[in-house]
């Protein structure tokens, strides 16, 4: 015979009560954490909401950028020319600066022209981005870049206003010359955004008559101040914003500048419905009081009932 050994030694009722239950201990530990855990997180359920209404609009400036931008006949110290007067509102109107409201709640874009016309900010609500693009903006230099093309610009602020999903969109358009470059004709471009349901507002930027403008004479290098005739066709700026149900201003100094911006800035608006709670049923206290309840739990029975001696 070989002798072996073999389970049937062992009584069927052997196993205590105590034995099957060793596992409770760990499981009362894993709730334990896991209800900590869950109260870590913040959990909390809304009850009580309000509905918040915003109002904002598409804008797309289009600002001229031409030599003849130069002119310093809208600021009485002499020393800012038409550009910078315009940079400097076009600021005040967008962070809501120096009696203007603000347009956080809108999506504003900019394109700038001389002979040609570029997307210098497509439409966004990144105001910040789009301040620090308008503080860059620079007259052209080359004359191979100068000129008037409205009718270019135009066109390329419609066709990047479409882009935005607000139902109000609105195109103010900045100039102080003739429509002298460009392939699109001005009106079509009008009509174009009358048709896409775009209004413009045109403003004609300049002093009646004459403007000094820095020029610098080539002979001895020195800049020098040189009358200028300031030449804007009103007409045309009219019936751009004629057609497309907007309106013309018509700007001669700073002041009068900034209450066209001024005016502007009360235009229509859409309204945007936002949903937000204000009161809240809180989690935290029912989760951590339920995670140290299966802690101690675990902690006195693997101490007690289910203590293990070596």
């Not at 940079?87 to 874009?109: P, W, Y």
């Not at 602020?157 to 460009?182: C, F, H, P, W, Y």
């Not at 751009?240 to 001669?252: C, D, M, N, P, V």
């Not at 951590?288 to 693997?302: E, I, R, V």
Request: hydrophobic share 40%; proline share 3%; glycine share 8%.
């Amino acid at each position: 015979r070989v002798v072996f050994s073999s389970l049937k030694l062992i009584p069927k009722h052997s196993v205590s009560k105590r034995q099957r239950f060793l596992w409770l201990p760990s499981l009362c530990f894993t709730l334990g954490m896991g209800f900590l855990i869950l109260a870590s997180t913040g959990p909390r359920v809304g009850n009580k909401q309000m509905q918040i209404k915003k109002e904002g609009i598409s804008i797309m400036m289009v600002v001229d950028t031409s030599s003849s931008m130069r002119a310093l006949d809208l600021a009485e110290d002499d020393e800012s020319n038409r550009l910078d007067i315009v940079k400097q509102l076009f600021s005040s109107f967008v962070r809501g600066t120096d009696g203007f409201f603000g347009r956080q709640n809108d999506a504003i874009g900019l394109v700038r022209f001389a002979g040609f016309a570029d997307t210098s900010c497509p439409i966004s609500l990144d105001h910040s981005s789009l301040l620090s693009i308008v503080s860059s903006l620079d007259i052209v230099q080359s004359r191979e870049e100068d000129g008037t093309a409205i009718g270019d610009a135009l066109a390329l602020a419609i066709s990047r206003i479409q882009e935005s999903s607000t139902s109000s969109k609105i195109v103010v358009m900045l100039t102080d010359g003739e429509n002298n470059a460009g392939e699109e004709s001005p009106l079509v471009a009008a009509d174009l955004a009358a048709s896409q349901g775009v209004k413009i507002y045109t403003i004609g930027v300049g002093s009646e008559g004459m403007a000094p403008v820095p020029m610098v004479d080539p002979r001895t290098g020195q800049q020098q101040l040189r009358a200028m005739r300031v030449s804007i066709d009103e007409q045309l700026l009219q019936e751009i914003a004629k057609r497309s149900s907007g309106r013309y201003f018509r700007a001669t100094d700073q002041e009068s500048l900034k209450e066209i911006i001024q005016e502007i800035d009360r235009l229509e608006k859409t309204v945007i419905e936002e949903t937000r709670y204000r009161q809240y049923t809180e989690y935290f206290a029912f989760l951590s009081g339920g995670g140290l309840f299966f802690l101690c739990l675990a902690l006195l029975l693997d101490s007690t009932v289910f203590r293990r001696f070596p």
